[in-house]
């Protein structure tokens, strides 16, 4: 027989409330904790835990702390580590958002490091590189690993294992996809650890995720984490946490793109420059598109 219990907190916040499912075993010391990522995944857990009650004949409670799920949030889609075509969508609008290059070859790779466009990324204390081919990346992708590294080596007590940074198509490997932000030096690939370094890693990239700053998938072959950095999104969010703007304007408020906006127009609208606006996202140029979301700033 199972028995099941269902609590709804509203008005709860994200922060606060994971929106976890709990399976406790009366049988075991067991704690399943899941997230769902969708109503139609929420509805479809719950079915196969009760089904597999049945089967077992066993007792066990089940709690659904069901608050605000994030596909309910004002339009904002459900957090999780699956990867999905939406994901990739978003990847590559930041990278036509910045007019990021896909870069093609070495030849290629290396002007770009030449130019200071990518730098490199040698490791330290906090992280180390394993089986990269080309230590290079975008400025926000390298202030993300040291910034995550410190923290990882805190809570983990080991460093953290960086497998991939940019690729130019001529090295994709076979699974890659096709729309693979790696060769534009937005991306780059963490060794996935066990037990409870995996765990703080996986919520650490979730709520990352849930700031809009970057995307996160869990890879399989081989077992990995891909992190898409958003440059100016990620930047911005660390001005936020840190209060050090390192030249760039202070942002005060995400501004979402609407059809018929221009970077001359948003940034009037908000008594900002064009060029502040632009810093602050990472804008190569004044191409913007509708539904983009722009940290706007607050001139100091």
Excluded at 77 to 82: G, I, T, V
Excluded at 117 to 132: H, I, P
Excluded at 255 to 283: C, E, F, K
Aim: overall charge positive.
């Amino acid at each position: 027989m199972c028995a099941a219990s269902l609590s709804t907190t509203r008005g709860a916040t994200l922060d606060r409330h994971r929106n976890l499912l709990m399976w406790v075993g009366s049988t075991t010391d067991t704690l399943c904790v899941i997230r769902p990522t969708a109503v139609e995944d929420f509805k479809r857990i719950v079915r196969t835990i009760l089904e597999g009650c049945e089967r077992r004949h066993h007792y066990h409670r089940l709690v659904l702390t069901c608050v605000t799920i994030v596909c309910l949030q004002g339009g904002t889609s459900a957090q999780s580590l699956r990867g999905s075509a939406s994901s990739l969508n978003r990847q590559t609008a930041q990278a036509v958002q910045h007019d990021f290059t896909y870069l093609r070859g070495t030849a290629q790779l290396r002007r770009f490091v030449d130019a200071g466009l990518l730098v490199s990324v040698g490791g330290n204390r906090d992280y180390t590189l394993t089986d990269v081919s080309f230590p290079f990346a975008r400025p926000a992708a390298k202030l993300f690993i040291e910034r995550l590294a410190g923290q990882y080596l805190r809570a983990c007590g080991e460093r953290l294992v960086v497998t991939s940074l940019t690729r130019p198509r001529s090295h994709q490997p076979r699974n890659a996809s096709r729309r693979s932000v790696h060769p534009t030096g937005m991306a780059l690939d963490l060794r996935r650890p066990h037990g409870s370094c995996r765990s703080w890693l996986e919520r650490t990239l979730l709520s990352l995720e849930g700031q809009a700053v970057l995307e996160a998938t869990a890879e399989r072959n081989p077992p990995h984490y891909h992190v898409a950095v958003f440059p100016g999104l990620y930047l911005a969010y660390v001005d936020r946490l840190t209060g050090s703007g390192a030249g760039r304007a202070r942002p005060s408020s995400v501004y979402t793109v609407r059809q018929g906006d221009t970077v001359w127009a948003i940034a009037r609208r908000h008594g900002t420059s064009t060029r502040a606006l632009r810093r602050t996202n990472g804008l190569a140029s004044t191409r913007i598109f509708p539904g983009q979301r722009l940290s706007v700033p607050v001139e100091p």
